[in-house]
């Protein structure tokens, strides 16, 4: 294929414009001497916009562009699973300090291929040719790409093969191990399918409160500070989904090192091994070029499309699409793009729309059941939730955990506000419960909520008139409040029992806590004093979460039943 060469005419920091390129709206151009990767954002009058992911110091007008004829691609194959990436899918980890200038491809390997089918089989797009054992967890398989079907005419036997070798030739078409696929286009797959069950992540405030599905999507606003890096960390490392994709999108570099390290020691309780074992790093840190971060949350995208593709299902973690929408404001402001609110380009409502639309339940192109969930942290600047990341993401995103401030520097993790925080999902989660033996999910999630919603009125009022002199009634649903925030949804990512709850375990601390309550009010319409009750220590409610295991929902209740114990002991 012939290409096209330019010359470079100006260079304003990442943005370079060059003349004499017969180039396409993103196409992939090399810049410079040393093959600087870049990507055309704009064409007028024969010159040509290029946005560069590295660093341009020392690039100068005259020197070579060259066109590719390709668009920004990603090279989808075995070895991803494990290891840490840029933002354009170039390997990082085992590299040394740093990469070369202009270097793309990450270096091959060789993999031991196992055939699925037989030379003379019919196959279809999405059909497996073979496996790959990609890590203790994840069963790499080899896909018929996207519109080739026909019969298998060639096929590599069992043995070892490099990531780039051809496995097949179907149709005349040669397939490789690893296979090209341009980020910003949606992978197919047969059919969208409704959500139908939920995402458990471990973390009682989000899977009892504002749950989320498998397939569904969520943002996580908040101000400095309040946890939202640690919040997705603990969801990235006990949410029950196959692959974990977690981009690192403009945040520090110490915090990505940190998901690495935890991720490594951590153990898989489903295989025993690394939890490092089914995860992908995405990392375009704040020291990163700044435009390499634009690209990073397609990469992300592309790679959870690609395991979905293969049956899995796949959470991905972005943190922040903040820092990613400011990246779409450099660009907008060195291409000088009419800004619109808060300066950021004017497509960027579109763009975030079109981000958490990849999120989703599919019927695969092999007829398969497989999903993508999408976490978002959003970094509004001084914790204004109207600016406009926040703004747009609530409109796309089917659950919001917003983080209060206040509970956060209270030291009350996660933080997450049931003042602000919503969900759309609880009427799916709520069937998926009653399908599988526990019909009251929904009355309890309604009770408890409507319980801190009143207790955050009362709480108002007694700030005026004091907490004495309000009715008992009121005084016990205090009471009962504060055991709901610091037994049920207050959880400790320190204490090995606390870190990640198991649903069985959840299920039964709220109960718990709803069942002495409503204990504490019938003694009181029986006549009990309400000092009598005041004096029962209730301290054995919010410590079952620290002394029951992970999974001990036996234990938990245990304590409701020597508290029964002692609350009819007061008749």
Not at 159 to 164: A, I, K, M
Not at 391 to 406: G, I, K, Q, Y
Not at 476 to 486: F, G, K, N, S
Request: aromatic share 6%; with cysteine.
């Amino acid at each position: 294929m012939a290409v096209s060469a330019g010359t470079v005419r100006r260079v304003n920091g990442p943005v370079v414009e060059v003349e004499g390129l017969a180039a396409a709206m993103q196409e992939l151009v090399e810049v410079g001497h040393d093959g600087l990767p870049g990507e055309v954002i704009g064409i007028m009058d024969g010159v040509a916009t290029v946005q560069v992911y590295e660093y341009t110091g020392g690039l100068r007008p005259g020197d070579p562009a060259r066109a590719t004829g390709l668009p920004l691609v990603a090279q989808l194959g075995p070895g991803l699973i494990g290891n840490v990436f840029d933002g354009m899918l170039r390997r990082l980890s085992g590299v040394g300090d740093r990469l070369s200038a202009g270097v793309f491809a990450s270096p091959s390997a060789r993999w031991r291929f196992t055939p699925a089918v037989q030379v003379g089989d019919t196959v279809e797009a999405g059909s497996v040719l073979g496996t790959v054992p990609e890590s203790a967890a994840i069963e790499f398989r080899a896909l018929v790409p996207a519109g080739v079907s026909g019969q298998v005419e060639w096929l590599s036997g069992p043995g070892d093969v490099e990531s780039r070798a051809t496995i097949a030739r179907v149709s005349g078409q040669d397939i490789p191990l690893t296979q090209p696929w341009p980020v910003r286009r949606p992978r197919p797959a047969a059919s969208r399918l409704p959500a139908d069950a939920p995402l458990a992540t471990g973390q009682r405030a989000l899977d009892l409160f504002y749950p989320i599905a498998h397939g569904s999507s969520a943002a996580v606003p908040g101000g400095f500070g309040t946890g939202k890096t640690v919040l997705l960390q603990q969801v990235a490392k006990w949410c029950d989904a196959d692959v974990i994709v977690y981009v690192g999108c403009g945040e520090r570099g110490n915090e990505m090192a940190d998901v690495l390290d935890e991720l490594s020691a951590l153990m898989d309780p489903r295989t025993g091994e690394s939890l490092l074992d089914r995860t992908v790093l995405v990392a375009n840190t704040s020291n990163m070029p700044v435009l390499a971060r634009e690209a990073s949350i397609y990469t992300g995208a592309t790679v959870a499309e690609f395991y979905r593709d293969m049956g899995y299902h796949v959470v991905l973690v972005a943190d922040s699409t903040s820092r990613w929408a400011e990246a779409l404001r450099e660009v907008g402001s060195r291409t000088r793009e009419l800004p619109a609110e808060e300066g950021y380009p004017a497509g960027l409502a579109s763009a975030l729309a079109a981000f958490y639309e990849r999120a989703g339940r599919f019927r695969t192109l092999a007829g398969g059941d497989a999903s993508i969930t999408i976490l978002g942290a959003v970094s509004p600047p001084g914790g204004d939730m109207t600016e406009p990341v926040s703004a747009h993401t609530r409109r796309f995103v089917r659950c919001v955990w917003s983080l209060d401030p206040d509970l956060a520097y209270a030291r009350h993790y996660p933080a997450v506000s049931w003042r602000d925080s919503s969900t759309r999902d609880a009427e799916v989660v709520a069937a998926w419960h009653r399908e599988h033996g526990n019909p009251v999910w929904a009355e309890r999630r309604d009770l408890a909520l409507r319980l801190l919603a009143d207790a955050d009125n009362v709480e108002s009022m007694a700030e005026l008139i004091g907490e004495a002199s309000l009715p008992e009634g009121q005084r016990l649903m205090l009471r009962a409040a504060r055991m709901l925030r610091e037994g049920v949804l207050q959880q400790s990512s320190l204490n090995p029992n606390d870190t990640y709850s198991a649903p069985a375990k959840q299920d039964a601390l709220l109960e718990l806590v709803l069942r002495v309550h409503d204990r504490c009010l019938r003694l009181l319409a029986s006549g009990v004093p309400f000092t009598s009750l005041e004096g029962v220590d209730l301290s054995a409610v919010t410590r079952a979460k620290d002394v029951a295991g992970p999974d001990d929902a036996a234990a938990v209740r245990a304590v409701g039943d020597r508290m029964d114990e002692v609350l009819e002991g007061l008749r």
